[in-house]
């Protein structure tokens, strides 16, 4: 018994260390979420009866090794699978390849026939030798005369110039030889990397098979180098008109291998989050720093809107008009509790080279109700929002959107559908043709200083003049500001006939405007806070 168990370890040890076969995978499907990628390919092996090593060639360059899943007829076992980005083994060029056994032949061509000029090059070297000693043997004859020695120069100059100058040329050829060679292993090396080597990602499997034959694998695996980010392209001819949105999609990754007519799958989950449900611990209160946030925070957005501003001043509406493609007969749709998945029936190409790929997903048309808004305290502009209703049932994702509004671009928007409200406001852009003017009127402010407080009184006229040929509807909004001081008292004087909500200081106005009609509205505020104290934000 003992040596039956001895026997069969070496058997199965010897064929472990049998010559591994490489094979190449290919990249048949691919779900790309939102930080990561699920790639399906599939590749074919000639396997032999019983164990043997298989090393799957041109998957991606990382890879989470938890989630490997090799799919094999039942009478294949997989023993074990190995991901590895520096697989070496000397028998991992295929010499069987048609191109590489043709470049070898050249090689070992050029190579004999370099060995034959280096012997034609000896020989000469022996033939100069000679000569060289049958010259001292003449000269040291003293029964030549003048005349016949000086014969015998002459031919010694002729036979040795002649000589050198066909070691000069041999050795030309020998070097032109040598070039050709180096050129062949470059494309040596270039034919036995071009495909097989395309990544450096490589699956080495340890399986048992029970019947000889072509067996197909199919490989699953979550790689984090591929990437998907919504983006719209939102297209409105009037504001009577639904908004006609183009959902698409920007991708990117850099697995280290293309792909190449895959089918192509966007999912919104996220393989990568954690799914452990939170546990909530006791809450301790404690005293920081105080600061000015809300402040900072006007500022920031500020800028950022500056450089958006910028940035979109440099787009062309050739790069973001909204096509009628029909793109929506190859997209399905399909949306469970956890997230939203589109399936695309036309196959892609997305190359490893970390560049954005735009993937049109679906045409939609948005009924839309229309109106203007502005905040004249913050921006002196009005800004069209379009209004959907029942935004849920068309399966948005928070993104950035072109904006193309009577046929001209306008900027970028973004669409932010994780909301608690009903009604989801699209911003469609600038309209210029609405002057809007927030001016303080200077003899009804003022300061007054009565004992230990200050008191400042601020007035403003805000004017709105409608330039349009249509009626507009605009929903106007201003603001005083609040105390969260015992000692700041603020008095609102005049509100101009507004909805006043006094949490938050916000003065609203429902205005509908004729073409060439102006609007005035004046608010007045009081604020008295000690004389010694300096309130910055006011």
Same mark, same amino acid.
């Given at each position: 018994?003992?040596?039956?168990?001895?026997?069969?370890f070496?058997?199965?040890?010897?064929?472990?260390?049998?010559?591994?076969?490489?094979?190449?995978?290919?990249?048949?499907?691919?779900?790309?979420?939102?930080?990561?990628?699920?790639?399906?390919?599939?590749?074919?092996?000639?396997?032999?009866?019983?164990t043997?090593?298989?090393?799957?060639?041109?998957?991606?360059?990382?890879?989470?090794?938890?989630?490997?899943?090799?799919?094999?007829?039942?009478?294949?076992?997989?023993?074990?699978?190995?991901?590895?980005?520096?697989?070496?083994?000397?028998?991992?060029?295929?010499?069987?390849?048609?191109?590489?056994?043709?470049?070898?032949?050249s090689?070992?061509?050029?190579?004999?026939?370099?060995?034959?000029?280096?012997?034609?090059?000896?020989?000469?070297?022996k033939t100069?030798?000679?000569?060289?000693?049958?010259?001292?043997?003449?000269?040291?004859?003293?029964?030549?005369?003048?005349?016949?020695?000086?014969?015998?120069?002459d031919?010694y100059?002729?036979?040795?110039?002649?000589?050198?100058?066909?070691?000069?040329?041999?050795?030309?050829?020998?070097?032109?030889?040598?070039?050709?060679?180096?050129?062949?292993n470059?494309?040596?090396?270039?034919?036995?990397q071009?495909?097989?080597?395309?990544? $450096?990602?490589?699956?080495?499997?340890?399986?048992?098979?029970?019947?000889?034959?072509?067996?197909?694998?199919?490989?699953?695996y979550?790689?984090?180098?591929?990437?998907?980010?919504?983006?719209?392209?939102?297209?409105a001819?009037?504001?009577?008109?639904?908004?006609?949105?183009?959902?698409?999609?920007?991708?990117?990754?850099?697995?280290?291998?293309?792909?190449?007519?895959?089918?192509?799958?966007?999912?919104?989950?996220?393989?990568?989050?954690?799914?452990?449900?939170?546990?909530?611990?006791?809450?301790?209160?404690?005293?920081?720093e105080?600061?000015?946030?809300?402040?900072?925070?006007d500022?920031?957005?500020?800028?950022?809107?500056?450089?958006?501003?910028?940035?979109?001043?440099?787009?062309?509406? $050739?790069e973001?008009?909204?096509?009628?493609s029909?793109?929506?007969?190859?997209?399905?749709?399909?949306?469970?509790?956890l997230?939203?998945?589109?399936?695309?029936?036309?196959?892609?190409?997305?190359?490893?080279?970390?560049k954005?790929?735009?993937?049109?997903?679906?045409?939609?048309?948005?009924?839309?109700?229309?109106?203007?808004?502005?905040?004249?305290?913050?921006? @002196?502009?009005?800004?069209?929002?379009?209004?959907?209703?029942?935004?849920? @049932?068309?399966?948005?994702?928070?993104?950035e959107?072109?904006?193309?509004?009577?046929?001209?671009?306008?900027?970028?928007?973004?669409?932010?559908?994780?909301?608690?409200? $009903?009604?989801?406001?699209?911003?469609?852009?600038?309209d210029?043709?609405?002057?809007?003017?927030?001016?303080?009127?200077?003899?009804k402010?003022?300061?007054?200083?009565?004992?230990?407080?200050?008191?400042?009184?601020?007035?403003y006229?805000?004017?709105?003049?409608?330039?349009?040929?249509?009626?507009?509807?605009?929903?106007?909004?201003?603001?005083?500001?609040?105390?969260?001081?015992?000692?700041?008292?603020?008095?609102?004087?005049?509100?101009?006939?507004?909805?006043?909500?006094?949490?938050?200081?916000?003065?609203?106005?429902?205005?509908?405007?004729?073409?060439?009609?102006?609007?005035?509205?004046?608010?007045?505020? @009081?604020?008295?806070?000690?004389?010694?104290?300096i309130?910055?934000?006011?």
């Open positions: 018994m003992k040596k039956l168990i001895l026997v069969t070496l058997v199965s040890a010897i064929s472990f260390a049998q010559k591994p076969i490489f094979t190449t995978a290919k990249v048949k499907s691919a779900t790309v979420y939102f930080n990561a990628a699920e790639l399906q390919q599939t590749t074919s092996v000639n396997l032999p009866i019983g043997s090593e298989i090393v799957i060639k041109n998957v991606a360059n990382s890879l989470n090794e938890n989630t490997i899943q090799i799919g094999v007829p039942n009478t294949v076992t997989v023993l074990s699978a190995q991901f590895s980005d520096d697989y070496m083994s000397e028998y991992e060029i295929d010499e069987t390849n048609p191109a590489i056994k043709k470049v070898r032949d090689i070992s061509y050029l190579n004999k026939e370099s060995q034959k000029i280096q012997n034609q090059i000896a020989t000469e070297n100069i030798a000679i000569l060289d000693r049958n010259q001292i043997v003449a000269g040291s004859n003293t029964g030549l005369n003048v005349a016949e020695l000086s014969k015998l120069m031919y100059k002729e036979k040795n110039n002649e000589i050198l100058a066909n070691i000069v040329a041999l050795n030309e050829k020998n070097y032109k030889i040598i070039l050709q060679v180096q050129n062949l470059k494309k040596l090396q270039l034919n036995t071009k495909e097989e080597k395309a990544s $450096d990602g490589k699956l080495v499997l340890q399986v048992m098979n029970e019947v000889a034959g072509n067996i197909n694998f199919e490989i699953n979550i790689t984090n180098t591929a990437s998907w980010t919504p983006f719209y392209d939102l297209r001819e009037s504001v009577k008109e639904p908004i006609d949105m183009m959902y698409k999609a920007q991708a990117v990754q850099n697995s280290g291998i293309d792909w190449k007519k895959v089918k192509l799958t966007l999912s919104s989950g996220n393989p990568n989050q954690n799914n452990q449900a939170p546990i909530l611990g006791a809450w301790f209160l404690r005293y920081g105080q600061y000015g946030y809300f402040n900072n925070a500022k920031k957005m500020n800028s950022i809107q500056s450089a958006k501003a910028k940035e979109d001043d440099d787009v062309s509406l $050739d973001v008009v909204v096509v009628s029909g793109i929506s007969r190859h997209t399905s749709i399909n949306e469970n509790q997230n939203v998945s589109f399936d695309i029936d036309i196959p892609y190409d997305i190359l490893s080279n970390g954005v790929h735009s993937v049109a997903l679906k045409e939609l048309k948005l009924p839309a109700t229309y109106k203007y808004y502005a905040a004249p305290r913050v921006d @002196k502009e009005a800004f069209l929002l379009a209004e959907i209703k029942d935004y849920s @049932k068309y399966n948005l994702l928070p993104g959107a072109n904006i193309i509004f009577e046929g001209m671009y306008v900027g970028k928007t973004t669409i932010n559908p994780n909301q608690t409200t $009903d009604t989801l406001n699209l911003s469609m852009g600038r210029k043709k609405i002057n809007i003017k927030r001016e303080k009127v200077v003899d402010s003022g300061t007054k200083f009565l004992s230990a407080y200050k008191e400042q009184t601020f007035t006229d805000l004017t709105v003049r409608n330039n349009k040929k249509e009626e507009i509807q605009m929903l106007l909004k201003d603001q005083y500001p609040l105390s969260t001081d015992k000692e700041i008292s603020i008095e609102l004087l005049d509100d101009g006939n507004a909805k006043v909500n006094k949490e938050t200081g916000i003065l609203t106005w429902d205005l509908k405007l004729s073409p060439n009609e102006t609007k005035k509205i004046r608010i007045s505020y @009081k604020v008295r806070y000690p004389k010694d104290k309130i910055d934000n006011l």
